[in-house]
């Protein structure tokens, strides 16, 4: 089945800076990528996705890419705000509707 | 449009016991997922459930069960639970939950601790 792996486990940065969160899934049949942010005590909340026929989507601050061939796709945020703090997953679509996640990113923006 | 419910918030059982939890899709989903959130394990799929059947299941033992009514709200069911079935339950609904990926949308969870 499908496998998600995801790094770093915990990454701190300054205010204003980028963060960059990589995971490599193991099925080349997915062909669906999410990425949730899940805050402290609250559900996890979609940000970004991609499909496999886009090799880059954006939105405002937030960007996704994605290498099929390396079978790898990551998440970038620009210009980190404090709010920006909170725990990040990836995703994968293993078959049907099932999402296998990544083991989350803690991100904490400093200010 | 209302979100996903999950009812209820938090649980406290004993080792034995059954729970049920309940679900709530966004109206006019049909699809919905159930996941387990553990410090240990993260999210892990538990099933998902569509038009009243079972379309997919994760690697869970058999005391993890599930059903879908006509109305596409969702209950799931652990018998005789463990110390380790202590997590967050967390459900999600899509409109098909077809090929190629639909945005699935999460409840707040169910918070159980078995004691």
């Known amino acids: 089945g499908e496998n998600v792996e995801q790094h770093p486990s915990t990454l701190s940065v300054q205010e204003g800076d980028s963060a960059v969160i990589k995971c490599t899934y193991s099925?080349?049949?997915?062909?669906?990528f999410p990425w949730y942010k899940q805050e402290l005590g609250k559900r996890p909340q979609l940000i970004i996705d991609?499909?496999?026929?886009?090799g880059e989507k954006k939105d405002q601050r937030i960007a996704v890419t994605l290498n099929k061939t390396a079978k790898h796709f990551s998440l970038h945020i620009t210009e980190t705000q404090p709010e920006d703090s909170a725990v990040y997953f990836c995703?994968?679509?293993?078959?049907?509707?099932?999402?296998?996640f990544g083991a989350g990113t803690i991100l904490r923006v400093k200010s | 449009k209302a979100g996903v419910t999950q009812t209820p918030r938090y649980l406290i059982k004993t080792r034995g016991q059954q729970v049920t939890l309940s679900c709530s899709p966004i109206s006019g989903h049909r699809s919905v997922s159930w996941y387990q959130q553990t410090p240990g394990q993260g999210l892990q799929f538990l099933f998902e459930?569509?038009?009243?059947?079972?379309?997919n299941k994760g690697n869970f033992p058999g005391r993890f069960s599930g059903r879908q009514f006509s109305n596409s709200r969702s209950e799931m069911n652990v018998s005789t639970l463990e110390l380790g079935d202590s997590a967050l339950y967390l459900c999600a609904s899509s409109w098909l939950g077809r090929e190629g990926g639909e945005t699935q949308y999460f409840g707040p969870g169910t918070r159980l601790l078995v004691l």
């Open positions: 099925d080349s049949a997915s062909n669906y």
């Open positions: 459930y569509f038009s009243e059947t079972q379309r």
């Open positions: 991609i499909r496999s026929n886009v």
């Open positions: 995703a994968a679509l293993e078959y049907g509707n099932k999402l296998v």
